[in-house]
């Protein structure tokens, strides 16, 4: 089969990929949940990343499947109409989320008399400038806490729809994308926010982790890229060493800031996320590459029952992630009002399973659309009534 070939046969899924994303968009959910024990086992709390990074990392790694093979099979304009309509689909649900959360926010607030909800998560200005504040947050300027990953992705693909012109000069690309990240971190430049500000996720800062996923998918579809560094024990173990410092540093940050030297403190501090930090780069790409190379495409792990559902929500990243975005302030107010390691077990359990059930309706849901529909009888021939 020519290399020609290849890229104009579709590639199937990788399900470690699909895994992954579930295991990053549960931890989004626990980690937007104030008071979630479950919190103390998510990825923040052992690497200089995130499950954001991870996120974001795997956004562009699929993408190299769902929108550089259609540009290699149809051509641009096809897949730069697909990234656009994915952009809008994004819009729109962004919007939906921002409402029902506002509505979500607002009537708990009013409910339980507890105002200090909606100055926690940055949306006072519905109260005070609610006309404005829709019109900012049609612009994405008004962002309140925990909505502002759709933004940044939305902008990101964006940007992919020029970029799929450059998917067979992946150097080109790279370091344009390269070039745009140090230039950002050089200049602190931001997309501003509406009142003050800049946006919490830089996306120009942001894309070059989008570009580096998706030029991992682009190796694995044997097309132009710069692929994942081969399997080594040089590279194996400076990637655990910087596994290693990151989990340092973490813990020195969490249990033992104040007896930190300053530097280390001042050091520790300057590791942003805004803009992503190189050591936050470097993290989840060391974990990329632990993973890439030591987890079988096929293996036991990812065929397990433990994986499948995780499996399942990254499949439908969309509709898991909106509905955990929900989902994690129910589970805060259930946690504040009833305290306990009971509670804390049904509030996650609870929570993983609606998750799935999202992810289950929506694989339905696909099911229905994509099934064949069936051909209506074809017209009998004039006379045939009558005989």
């Not at 612009?139 to 909505?147: G, I």
């Not at 596994?243 to 007896?259: Q, R």
């Not at 780069?281 to 293996?299: E, M, N």
């Not at 509905?323 to 509670?343: H, K, N, Q, T, Y």
Request: proline fraction near 7%; aromatic fraction near 12%.
């Amino acid at each position: 089969m020519t290399n020609a070939t290849q890229l104009r046969t579709p590639v199937p899924r990788d399900s470690r990929a699909d895994i992954c994303r579930g295991l990053a968009l549960w931890m989004i959910m626990v980690n937007h949940t104030p008071g979630n024990a479950a919190g103390d086992w998510t990825l923040r709390n052992f690497a200089l990343a995130d499950a954001t990074e991870a996120f974001v990392l795997l956004a562009g790694y699929a993408a190299a499947f769902a929108y550089a093979g259609k540009a290699d099979r149809q051509g641009w304009l096809p897949a730069a109409a697909s990234v656009a309509q994915r952009v809008g689909k994004l819009y729109v649900a962004h919007i939906f989320l921002l409402v029902v959360f506002a509505a979500q926010v607002g009537f708990s607030a009013a409910a339980l008399d507890r105002a200090a909800f909606l100055d926690e998560l940055a949306l006072d200005p519905f109260a005070e400038q609610p006309y404005r504040a829709l019109l900012e947050a049609l612009l994405l300027r008004f962002q309140p806490h925990f909505l502002d990953i759709l933004p940044l992705y939305i902008v990101i693909l964006a940007l992919f729809i020029p970029a799929l012109l450059l998917r067979a000069r992946p150097w080109l690309l790279l370091g344009l994308s390269v070039a745009l990240w140090v230039g950002v971190r050089a200049t602190g430049y931001n997309l501003p926010r509406w009142e003050e500000g800049t946006w919490f996720f830089n996306p120009l800062a942001w894309q070059l982790l989008f570009f580096i996923g998706l030029m991992l998918g682009q190796s694995v579809r044997d097309a132009p890229t710069v692929g994942l560094p081969p399997r080594s024990p040089w590279l194996t173990t400076a990637a655990l060493l910087v596994l290693g410092a990151s989990l340092a540093a973490m813990l020195g940050y969490t249990h033992f800031y104040s007896h930190l030297p300053y530097w280390a403190a001042e050091w520790l501090s300057r590791v942003d996320k805004q803009s992503l930090h190189p050591w936050r780069l470097a993290s989840i790409l060391a974990l990329a590459y632990l993973i890439g190379h030591f987890v079988a495409r096929d293996g036991a792990l990812v065929r397990s029952r433990l994986a499948r559902p995780f499996q399942r929500m990254g499949q439908h990243s969309l509709p898991v992630f909106c509905v955990g975005i929900l989902l994690s302030f129910l589970a805060r107010l259930a946690i504040e009002a009833w305290d306990g390691w009971e509670v804390q077990v049904v509030v996650n359990t609870a929570c993983f399973m609606a998750l799935l059930g999202v992810a289950v309706v929506s694989e339905w849901s696909r099911s229905v659309e994509r099934a064949p529909r069936p051909t209506p009888p074809s017209p009998l021939p004039a006379g045939a009534e009558k005989a």
